[in-house]
T-cell receptor
Framework: AQTVTQSQPEMSVQEAETVTLSCTYDTSESNYYLFWYKQPPSRQMILVIRQEAYKQQNATENRFSVNFQKAAKSFSLKISDSQLGDTAMYFCAFIEYNFNKFYFGSGTKLNVKP | EAGVAQSPRYKIIEKRQSVAFWCNPI?????LYWYQQILGQGPKLLIQFQNNGVVDDSQLPKDRFSAERLKGVDSTLKIQPAKLEDSAVYLC?????????????FGPGTRLTVL
């Protein structure tokens, strides 16, 4: 069965510093996608970054980048120059290419301190 | 492009009452998802539609929950009768379901409180 594990329930970081959120997953499939979603307090979930499993190059989106280690089934999110607006729950998610079914991790609550 | 719409945004009911939630996905999106998100947890998939057919409802408590997607567009999720443990945010999401645009777009959610 496919699972997504986020081992850090809560993290804190000072504004302008860098923080890394961890995610591991389990699958027997070779084609899949990985996502990081952000859910600010009382606001809706939005996509932060996406990684396709067949691509070796790590995805980047401005201050957000991932470290994708396919063999280790690891998919961490690095947030550089943290801003107060980054305070949110972050969910790692996984989808198999052919099945369109999402699996979410339990989330990491990130608190950016001024 | 309009986003995923959900209503109502908030609902408070007594246990054993019935409640229904509505979702309008992004136009043209074939895949629609309903999730239950209990406070402090990640979203749990309840049901997934592809057009108006059910792809996965393995985690839907079918004795009390039901869902339909009329004409492959709007969807409703119903709980009858509600239990205290149903208190949660119910999220609707949609995706085009085609490579590589299988990103899910989420609605604002409906926060249900069962007293």
């Amino acid at each position: 069965a496919q699972t997504v594990t986020q081992s850090q329930p809560e993290m804190s970081v000072q504004e302008a510093e860098t923080v890394t959120l961890s995610c591991t997953y389990d699958t027997s499939e070779s084609n899949y996608y990985l996502f990081w979603y952000k859910q600010p307090p009382s606001r809706q979930m939005i996509l932060v970054i996406r990684q396709e499993a067949y691509k070796q190059q790590n995805a980047t989106e401005n201050r957000f980048s991932v470290n994708f280690q396919k063999a280790a089934k690891s998919f961490s999110l690095k947030i550089s120059d943290s801003q107060l607006g980054d305070t949110a729950m972050y969910f790692c998610a996984f989808i198999e290419y052919n099945f369109n079914k999402f699996y979410f991790g339990s989330g990491t609550k990130l608190n950016v301190k001024p | 492009e309009a986003g995923v719409a959900q209503s109502p945004r908030y609902k408070i009911i007594e246990k054993r009452q019935s409640v229904a939630f509505w979702c309008n996905p992004i136009s043209g999106h074939a895949t629609l998802y309903w999730y239950q998100q209990i406070l402090g947890q990640g979203p749990k998939l309840l049901i997934q539609f592809q057009n108006n057919g059910v792809v996965d409802d393995s985690q839907l408590p079918k004795d009390r929950f039901s869902a339909e997607r009329l004409k492959g567009v709007d969807s409703t999720l119903k709980i009858q009768p509600a239990k205290l443990e149903d208190s949660a945010v119910y999220l609707c999401a949609s995706s085009s379901g085609t490579y590589p645009h299988n990103e899910q777009f989420f609605g604002p959610g409906t926060r249900l409180t069962v007293l």
